[in-house]
């Protein structure tokens, strides 16, 4: 089975050299979630530094398997309802 | 064996002939490799584990081969005095490195607690500092940010060592992959690596291989929240 690197980055790319051995790219796609939303939950100020949180999943050959990133944002949503 | 007496003498008075009933308890120790249980889930030991050197971890494992590392165990500290009591363990104890380890059987306890009632109320105080760990890591698990968590166990593991003279000048060694950290936090591997990044960034510690120097006291323990009433580390007769 392959070998996926999670890579994290918040202004600062943290690099993942263990890297996790899973049955597939799919495999990994759920990881990345489930590490984004672990590390969210456990952040502290630290995220609105940049306002930016990504995950980026690598296969052993380096091939970008999918970022995952939350971004806080001040756009308007779009159809906003109104009252 | 002196670690448990450098330990328990921490917090209050041991007589000579107190230590030499502790040396009177340990049967010859024997070493125990890194993965191995030193303690295994479900069994009924005849005799309790004193760990004399290494690392060892308290845990319990889930369906899916998950596990919870519920407490790390230092030179010391009596894995399972409670076995004595419990009878049946309803967890187990994993070697985190080599370890040595010996043994003190259930008779010779029972013994202590009918003669030496001075001993026996220093032996239970250790089991109930071994609950109020166990307090303080649900409350690091369930409420502090990522790095909170982390430096509470860097300043709990120093100030344990340092009481057994293993670590000192806020500098210590634990051998312990991101993984392992990763069931003692309840946290991934990915998450560990990223809280270590960041509490050296923070330059609250250097961390090189398995060495840590505490470079800021003051700042892990603001970051830690940490109180180390729990740990009960100052002279006052029990």
Known sequence: MPRYFFNTRDGHCVRDNAGEILADDAAARREGLAVLGEILRYQDESFWNTGEFSVIVLDENARHVVTLTTRATRDDPPETPTP | ?238
């Open chain 2, 1 to 238: 064996m002196n670690a448990l007496i450098d330990k328990l003498a921490r917090r209050d008075v041991l007589t000579t002939e107190e230590q030499a009933v502790l040396y009177d308890l340990l049967e010859p120790p024997r070493k125990v490799p890194a993965l191995a249980d030193v303690v295994t889930e479900h069994s009924r030991p005849n005799h309790s584990t004193l760990l004399l050197s290494g690392l060892v971890g308290r845990y319990n494992t889930l369906r899916d081969g998950g596990r919870q590392i519920t407490q790390i165990g230092v030179a010391g500290d009596f894995v399972d005095l409670h076995s004595l009591l419990m009878k049946q363990m309803d967890h187990g104890v994993v070697a985190l490195t080599d370890v040595v380890v010996a043994h003190a059987s259930h008779a010779k306890l029972r013994a202590i607690t009918e003669s030496w009632p001075h001993l026996t109320r220093l032996l239970w105080l250790d089991t109930i500092i071994d609950a109020a760990i166990h307090r303080q890591w649900l409350t690091a698990m369930g409420r502090r940010s990522g790095v909170g968590h982390l430096a509470h166990l860097l300043a709990e593991l120093y100030l344990r060592l340092e009481t057994v003279g293993l670590a000192r000048d806020y500098a210590f060694d634990l051998p312990l992959s991101q993984p392992v950290l990763g069931d003692a936090l309840g946290l991934s591997a990915v998450h560990v690596n990223r809280l270590v990044s960041e509490i050296r960034r923070a330059e609250l510690v250097s961390w090189t291989g398995s060495r840590i120097q505490i470079l800021d006291w003051p700042g892990l323990v603001r970051e830690a929240e940490f109180d180390p009433t729990y740990l009960r580390l100052h002279q006052e007769p029990v």
